[in-house]
Each structure stands twice: as structure tokens, then as C-alpha cells.
């Protein structure tokens, strides 16, 4: 179903609400939510919303959010996320890392005790919109092995970083440091779709391209040993360092086994201590076209910068509204039923 902007948005602030977020709150988590809907990454968007009903539910979500202070000195902060929301905690964590950032050139964030963020390029677009560059990484439930291996150790461990642009469009990457993460093995269970080969091994460490297969295997790390390297790195600042639990001690969102556990890192640095932003813009722009002007290879129309191709999809999406899954669309309707609330989906529809 193709449903407008606002009312999915309209439709996840009142789910939040009626699961007892107040509105500052649900504000943040729709935003979160939607904005991963209208880029395309319907794997971190309005799904979460049922996961989430049910572990307030069973009061492995507490709200509301208490992010605390452990510590704050200089460019540096230290938050515990309270097992709360953890678009909150780590919307808190980026806001004080660009707060740092314009006092001291640069701002770092640890927290930890939080749950599934949701989204990474919407706290490092808040940093990239405000002229700086934003970095943004988190661990998660074991999901894929270390290189060689075939028991999941790491989470996906995702990683986002962006700056802004020449065009007021910044350039934005964000990318799970497995070949495919893991919302896309889920989507392809619910969809009763099969996976690509190379994204997967299933429980004897053979490759599979049945997601539930690979939902009791592990993902495979991008680049070999590379991303394996690198999902460690993720896990060892944000999950060690931060003080939060790290590697198989992480649980999973999508079970209420008890607080997951989430650590984040956050990281704004103020382009203005090194140049003028106007003139690192202009700079941006000129490698930009470089890129894009530079030979193609065969059968490739446009090269794209990281993070147009999503930003398309947004533009997109506001003018035409959001596709959302068939079985999403049910599970929202039933959450809705439940809640009381008189909204559905089909009241958003937008005609194709």
C-alpha cells in the first residue's frame, strides 16, 4: 500500500502515544521511524512499531526515556540510556556531541544501556545540517560470525558518517558492516521471498538462501575480513568502552528476552575549525562532479554519491507517498485495533 508522509507519520505518534510515550518522545521515534520509510530503508522503519508495544508490554522498555549524565568534561560525554527509547538516548548523545563540537571543534558521545536505534543517517544528517560532520555507530545481538567463523558473535554493528553539501544535500553513508543486514533476511521471511547467495550461511556454515535458514545461521561481513574487522572496532568503542554489554551479551529487539542492552557512539566534528564552510561546500561540490564525471563502466547510466540515491527516495516519497509492505500494513491495522484507536492505514492511502 502506498500510504502519504504525514499519515504514517500521524498513524506511528499515535501508537507511541497510546503505548504510554509521551508526545516529545513519539515525535522523535516517528521521525526516526518515517524517515527510514521515505529513504527506502523500510527495515528500520514503522515494523519496529508492534516489537516495540510489545516489549513495553512485558516492561523491557522503560518509559518515559531517563537518559542520565555518568560524566561530562570537555568534548566528552558519557550517557546511560536507561533502557529507554533509543532514538532518544541517541538523539541526546548527537545533540551533545554537536553542542561540544561548536565549543571545542569537535564532540564525542558514549552511551550505553539503550535499545535499537533505529535509523544512524538521522543523527548524522542533524550534524551535517547544522555544518558539521556527524558519525554515528552502534552495536547489536550477535547476527554474524567473525571471519572464518559460523557462530554469530558480532551484531551487524552499523556505521554512518555525513557532511554537507554544495546543494544544501549532504553526502551521507550508512551501511551495516555485514553484506546485507539483518531486517532484509527478516523482510524476505515475511515476504516468503528468497535471499541472494553470499549474504548468508546457514547453522553448518554453508551458504543459504533461505532466510530461515539464515535466520538460525549468521550473516557474512562485508569485504572478508575487513568488515569483520570493523563490526569489532564498533562493538569494542561502542559497546566495551561505552560500559554497555557487547559481542553475545547484546540481546535481540525482536524477543522479549530481556534489556538488549545497545551501545552508541556519536561524533560531531565543526568543519569551521579547519575552513570556512562555505568553502569546504564549494569543495564538496567540485569533487562531486569529479566523481561524476569520471568514466563509467559498462552499462552504469549515473554514478551517485552515498546517500543520493536515498535522498531521492525522500524527495519521492513526499510528493507520492510511502509503499508499505502488505503484511506491515496488517500488523499496524491490528495494532491499532487493539489500542483502541480509529485510524487505519487505508484512511493514507495514496492512489498509484
Excluded at 540510556?81 to 558514549?110: E, H, P
Excluded at 547476527?143 to 551521507?172: I, L, R, Y
Excluded at 554453508?206 to 574487522?229: C, E, V
Excluded at 546517500?307 to 527516495?313: D, F, L, N, S
Aim: net charge neutral; aromatic share 4%; proline share 5%.
Amino acid at each position: 500500500m502506498r500510504v502519504s508522509a504525514k499519515h504514517l507519520s500521524d498513524v506511528t505518534v499515535a501508537l507511541l502515544k497510546a503505548m504510554g510515550v509521551d508526545a516529545r518522545e513519539a515525535k522523535t521515534v516517528a521521525d526516526n521511524l518515517v524517515m527510514a520509510e521515505k529513504r527506502g530503508i523500510a527495515t528500520h522503519g514503522v515494523n519496529f512499531l508492534p516489537l516495540l508495544a510489545d516489549r513495553i508490554e512485558h516492561g523491557q522498555v522503560i518509559i518515559p526515556t531517563k537518559v542520565t549524565v555518568i560524566s561530562d568534561a570537555d568534548a566528552v560525554t558519557h550517557l546511560d540510556g536507561g533502557n529507554g527509547l533509543g532514538q532518544t538516548a541517541a538523539t541526546q548523545g548527537m545533540r551533545s556531541s554537536i553542542d561540544k563540537a561548536r565549543r571545542f571543534g569537535i564532540g564525542l558521545s558514549l552511551i550505553r544501556n539503550t535499545n535499537h536505534i533505529g535509523l544512524l543517517a538521522y543523527y548524522t544528517l542533524m550534524a551535517a545540517n547544522e555544518g558539521l560532520v556527524g558519525v554515528c555507530m552502534c552495536n547489536g545481538a550477535a547476527s554474524m560470525a567473525p571471519w572464518g567463523g559460523a557462530e554469530p558473535f558480532f551484531g551487524t554493528n552499523p556505521f554512518s558518517v555525513a557532511a554537507p553539501g554544495s546543494d544544501g544535500t549532504p553526502v551521507v553513508l550508512d551501511m551495516s558492516t555485514s553484506i546485507a543486514a539483518r531486517g532484509k533476511i527478516r523482510r524476505a521471511l515475511r515476504l516468503k521471498e528468497r535471499i541472494p547467495l553470499g549474504w548468508a550461511l546457514d547453522a553448518a556454515g554453508s551458504p543459504t538462501d533461505d532466510p530461515q535458514a539464515a535466520m538460525g545461521g549468521t550473516l557474512l561481513p562485508i569485504g572478508g575480513p575487513k568488515g569483520y574487522g570493523m563490526a569489532l572496532f564498533i562493538d569494542l568503542i561502542s559497546g566495551l568502552l561505552a560500559g554497555s554489554k557487547y559481542s553475545r551479551d547484546v540481546k535481540t529487539f525482536h524477543k522479549p528476552e530481556g534489556p538488549t542492552g545497545v551501545g552508541v557512539t556519536t561524533l560531531a566534528i565543526d568543519i569551521a575549525r579547519f575552513m570556512p564552510l562555505d568553502a569546504f561546500r564549494s569543495l564538496v561540490g567540485e569533487y562531486g562532479r569529479a566523481i561524476r564525471g569520471s568514466a563509467k563502466a559498462r552499462d552504469t547510466g549515473r554514478i551517485y554519491l552515498p546517500g543520493e540515491i536515498e535522498a531521492e527516495r525522500e524527495r519521492t516519497s513526499a510528493e507520492r507517498g510511502i509503499e508499505v509492505d502488505a503484511p506491515v500494513c496488517q500488523s499496524l491495522d491490528k495494532l491499532l485495533e487493539k489500542s483502541g484507536l480509529p485510524m487505519r492505514m487505508k484512511d493514507g492511502e495514496v492512489p498509484a
